[in-house]
């Protein structure tokens, strides 16, 4: 099972460009039951993986501007420190966990969101967009802070911002973002694993299937219908996260049950 998640996931990323991390943990989740503070840090080493198979192929075709990820690691590299040891801090016990699936579950649904609306409401690429650096860098610290704490949203948030804030083409906004996505998956699965944040049997099938994914999905990506599977895919991801709340919520009453009856004694 996880060979093939990790080779469906990694071909799916170098078809559309959707991140690892919002994929992988919320599947690990829902169809592994790996514990929550365990699905983040292995999403986060896979993503690692796959990327460096996807990386590479973007930077041979010149669509990483090194310029503008120099500023965009500046404070996301911080940022994923502080998200990751945040996380590994309030990982440990059981009612912090309901928080990080209702966390979770509510980080996935407003990425996939946030591709859903601008499938429908496409922005503007290019053109005579001012490049604001200060605005950049300041936008990537709480980035890097979400990508370390939930292993998602270096995709969603840093199109964002590099659709805002810069004048870059659609082409170069995906390379330079899956290039900063490496280098946040690198550092925050790395401070997981040093923690021991991570299930090393599933993380191994997954890379093994996604090293396989990763070169399947770059072959077909001319081939298929980017945009309208994003969209399918962001749908589903959307569901995903709703569903991570969902599951949350009757603990989070029965917590809320047992802290007030501990108050009125």
């Given amino acids: 099972m996880e060979f093939l998640l990790g080779f469906l996931i990694a071909a799916l990323i170098a078809m559309t460009g959707v991140g690892a991390g919002t994929i992988?943990?919320?599947?690990?989740?829902?169809?592994?039951?790996?514990?929550?503070?365990?699905?983040?840090g292995t999403a986060l080493a896979y993503s690692?993986?796959?990327?460096?198979?996807?990386?590479?192929?973007?930077?041979?075709?010149?669509l990483v501007?090194?310029?503008?990820?120099g500023v965009m690691l500046l404070t996301g590299v911080p940022g994923v420190?502080?998200?990751t040891l945040v996380f590994r801090r309030v990982a440990g016990?059981?009612?912090?966990?309901?928080?990080?699936?209702l966390a979770l579950g509510i980080m996935i649904a407003v990425s996939s969101g946030w591709h859903i609306y601008r499938h429908f409401r496409p922005a503007r690429i290019g053109g005579d967009r001012p490049y604001r650096p200060r605005w950049l860098a300041a936008a990537m610290l709480p980035v890097g802070a979400e990508v370390g704490f939930s292993s998602s949203g270096a995709g969603a948030l840093g199109t964002l911002a590099l659709l805002g804030l810069t004048s870059l083409e659609a082409k170069q906004i995906v390379g330079t973002d899956l290039a900063f996505g490496?280098?946040?998956?690198?550092?925050?699965?790395?401070?997981?694993l040093s923690q021991g944040g991570f299930d090393?049997?599933?993380?191994?099938?997954?890379i093994a299937g996604g090293i396989l994914g990763a070169f399947a999905g770059t072959g077909?990506?001319?081939?298929?219908?980017?945009?309208?599977?994003?969209?399918?895919?962001?749908?589903?991801?959307?569901?995903?996260g709703l569903q991570l709340c969902w599951q949350a919520l009757p603990s989070l009453a029965k917590l809320e049950t047992v802290v007030l009856a501990f108050a009125r004694q």
Avoid: D, E
């Avoid at 690692?48 to 010149?62: D, E, G």
């Avoid at 016990?93 to 699936?101: G, K």
């Avoid at 490496?182 to 997981?192: A, D, P, Q, T, V």
């Fill in 24 to 40: 992988t943990a919320p599947l690990l989740i829902l169809l592994l039951n790996v514990p929550v503070g365990v699905a983040v």
């Fill in 48 to 62: 690692a993986a796959v990327k460096l198979v996807v990386v590479p192929v973007q930077i041979w075709r010149r």
């Fill in 65 to 69: 501007s090194w310029r503008i990820l």
């Fill in 81 to 83: 420190v502080l998200g």
């Fill in 93 to 101: 016990s059981q009612a912090n966990s309901i928080w990080l699936y």
């Fill in 182 to 192: 490496l280098c946040l998956s690198l550092i925050g699965g790395g401070l997981h």
């Fill in 200 to 206: 090393p049997s599933v993380l191994m099938r997954l």
């Fill in 220 to 240: 077909l990506a001319p081939r298929v219908p980017a945009r309208a599977m994003r969209l399918a895919l962001s749908l589903w991801l959307f569901a995903l």
